[in-house]
């Protein structure tokens, strides 16, 4: 499975961008999509994940509200719409797959996800 993510950017405190990340190669084998990010300096964290069948969710809970996950299976394509950003949002976002059907708890640990995206840079100025 090949990810690609775009969408990132420099956009001010309080405004909204949309990530995506595209999945190609054996997409049959993706069960779950998820979003890391990473700011300088720290470890990276989970923001959300998606299961690729029947759509469950999870948020971490600093971004749930404010960020939406959701996925198109026609375009084999995650998106995260990231609205009120701050800019402690300020990170490089990566999403990854997961291939073997994890308990949704475990979808927050990078150690679920097989293949990771290249990541795209958010930049929230004050």
């Known amino acids: 499975v090949q990810l690609q993510a775009s969408g990132g950017g420099l956009v001010q405190a309080g405004g909204s961008l949309r990530l995506s990340c595209a999945a190609s190669?054996?997409?049959?084998?993706?069960?779950?999509v998820g979003w890391f990010r990473q700011a300088p300096g720290k470890e990276r964290e989970f923001v959300a994940a998606?299961?690729?069948?029947?759509?469950?969710?999870l948020y971490a809970d600093s971004m749930r509200g404010r960020f939406t996950i959701s996925r198109d299976s026609a375009k084999n394509t995650v998106y995260l719409q990231m609205n009120s950003l701050k800019p402690e949002d300020t990170a490089v976002y990566y999403c990854?797959?997961?291939?073997?059907?994890?308990?949704?708890?475990?979808?927050?640990?990078?150690?679920?996800?097989?293949?990771w995206g290249q990541g795209t840079l958010v930049t929230v100025s004050s």
């Open positions: 998606i299961r690729w069948s029947g759509g469950t969710t």
């Open positions: 990854a797959c997961a291939a073997r059907n994890w308990i949704t708890g475990m979808l927050t640990s990078s150690s679920a996800y097989n293949y």
């Open positions: 190669g054996r997409t049959f084998s993706n069960n779950a």
